[in-house]
């Protein structure tokens, strides 16, 4: 790949959060990358383009406890891309030599995401090796690694902490090197921030793996392990020894290396563990090996054996997402009219009861809706309303986003009162999404607006919300106290002049029984190849993993 299409890649798939909605895009911005580096480079003062606020969208985890990604600036995102893309070969470098990472980590064009997803079978397969050669394991994570990483430490995994320190005050040597530069351009999109890194965005997922191999050096360099014994996925750390103690030594040798780059292992999530006698958890076998019959004289009692069988592990095993698993798995179900609403009675009970699961609950109920089913807009009303009234305190903006997106997919109609802390938020997803209600009609009565519309000046640009106040003068969705200010701004002047849009109305959600089942990473099939004998390789036995990865796109 060229660096052009590097660049394009981490625009286009990997930019935004997957997480957001589908009409979220930035197809656009990748697609005139390069009018608009070429524009930005030619202004004044450049490259000091200014510091900016990424937007905080909250997710909900399996436990209670929630993420927050980011929605960086473009100005920022671009520039931390282009280093990236620009320096691929040393960063590459870099990853290639040291570490332990189940996988190797690289950019793709025309995927999901420009930096692919770990592949949890192959990380799966990885600890059930280890297990076999070692009676021991230590387990261990970094405690929120890409909420507490030091932004100075990416100089230090890829120059060394000696050669940072030494050179720190010459300017001409430390400010040229790629550590710096990266410091500099995430911490230009985080208003100069030190700690944390944003999450969302795949150049995070490289940064991360800039400073996790550079734990592994430090590890290795003092524990000699093989590599048979140890692998790593992003910053879990997964270790084979043949005893107890050789196990508890390593989490001191573990927790020093990552002091070394101001990280700490979680306390709670370090631990050793009999590794012969861990077993995988039983519920995925039992899904999909319960699924719910295409038959009518059988359907509706495998639809309530199966909701059955998810309710119940879902309780037995609070700490893993069974659900969402179970309502992805339904994705290839061909429900009859006469038993949907009794499936779609359990796909709403789902979504109440883990919030994770909503975005495939609002895939099912628009596939089905679209090829005229009984789908039960009056109860799914009063899930819509319901939800934001329990997320909106919280700003729990992935839950409300997606059931507004839900009224719009259904195109059910919303009581202004009920969407009352939808415009107390600051969240530009969630007001984007409200405000492409009201254009379409389907908000009954008036909203204040006036929180996003105070931010609709040139500083808004460079704001946290600096989505909805660009997006909304493009669409015209917002009154602005002062006219032209988009226009009028050098940076964000450039995507305005070309009608670049990062909200696409007609953006829905594609039908997941025609998308591709994902396949093992090729790092998984490599390793398959390299571990089996010649006459094997033949048939690699392998079945496609039969739930999607993302559904994002059009029916």
């Not at 040229?176 to 208003?191: H, N, T, V, Y």
Request: aromatic share 10%; with cysteine; hydrophobic share 40%.
């Amino acid at each position: 790949m060229s660096k052009s299409e590097r660049l394009k890649a981490l625009l286009e798939t990997g930019y935004f959060p997957e997480e957001l909605p589908p009409p979220f895009t930035t197809a656009d911005f990748a697609k005139y990358r390069r009018t608009i580096g070429s524009a930005w480079s030619g202004l004044e003062n450049y490259p000091n383009y200014p510091r900016t606020n990424p937007e905080r969208f909250s997710i909900p985890k399996v436990t209670n406890w929630r993420r927050e990604l980011a929605v960086v600036n473009p100005i920022a995102q671009y520039h931390v891309a282009k280093i990236v893309a620009d320096n691929w070969q040393q960063i590459s470098s870099h990853l290639d030599t040291r570490g332990f990472g189940v996988e190797k980590l690289v950019i793709k064009q025309n995927e999901i995401r420009a930096v692919p997803t770990p592949d949890f079978r192959f990380v799966s397969l990885r600890h059930s090796e280890i297990s076999a050669l070692h009676n021991h394991a230590l387990v261990a994570d970094i405690s929120r690694f890409y909420g507490t990483l030091y932004t100075h430490a990416i100089a230090w995994a890829l120059h060394t902490k000696a050669w940072a320190k030494a050179n720190l005050n010459n300017s001409a040597v430390y400010d040229a090197c790629l550590g710096a530069r990266l410091d500099k351009a995430i911490r230009k999109g985080q208003d100069n921030q030190t700690i944390g890194i944003p999450v969302g965005p795949d150049t995070s997922r490289v940064i991360a793996e800039i400073v996790a191999v550079s734990i592994d050096a430090h590890v290795q360099a003092k524990l000699s392990i093989s590599s048979d014994s140890i692998v790593r996925n992003v910053d879990d750390w997964y270790i084979g020894f043949d005893n107890v103690g050789q196990a508890e030594e390593a989490v001191a040798v573990l927790a020093a290396a990552a002091r070394d780059y101001e990280l700490e292992i979680h306390p709670e999530k370090t631990r050793v563990l009999n590794a012969a006698s861990e077993v995988q958890p039983i519920w995925p076998t039992v899904l999909r090996q319960n699924p719910i019959s295409r038959y009518f004289v059988d359907q509706a009692r495998t639809i309530d054996h199966y909701f059955a069988l998810a309710f119940h592990h879902a309780a037995e095993n609070k700490s893993q997402n069974v659900l969402r698993f179970a309502v992805n798995l339904l994705s290839s179900v061909d429900i009859l009219k006469q038993n949907w609403p009794q499936f779609e009675t359990y796909l709403l009970k789902a979504a109440r009861a883990n919030g994770t699961a909503i975005p495939m609950v609002v895939h099912l109920l628009a596939l089905y809706n679209a090829q005229g089913f009984p789908v039960g807009k009056e109860r799914i009303a009063k899930f819509i309303k319901d939800t934001i009234a329990k997320s909106g305190p919280s700003a729990a903006h992935y839950e409300i986003a997606w059931v507004l997106f839900l009224a719009k997919m259904l195109r059910i109609t919303l009581p202004a009162d009920w969407v009352v802390p939808v415009t107390r938020l600051e969240s530009s997803v969630c007001a984007l999404v409200l405000l492409d209600l009201r254009q379409m009609g389907l908000l009954d009565g008036r909203i204040d607006v006036s929180l996003w519309t105070q931010a609709m000046t040139a500083k808004g640009l460079e704001s946290n919300l600096w989505l909805v106040v660009y997006e909304a003068d493009l669409k015209g969705w917002l009154p602005s106290p002062g006219q032209g200010f988009v226009q009028a701004h050098p940076y964000f002047s450039v995507l305005r002049q070309r009608r670049i849009s990062f909200y696409d109305q007609a953006r829905r959600l594609r039908n997941v029984r025609k998308s591709k089942p994902r396949k093992p990473s090729d790092s998984f099939l490599q390793y398959i190849a390299a571990h089996r004998a010649p006459e094997e390789q033949e048939d690699d036995g392998f079945e496609p993993l039969d739930f999607p990865g993302n559904f994002y796109g059009n029916f």
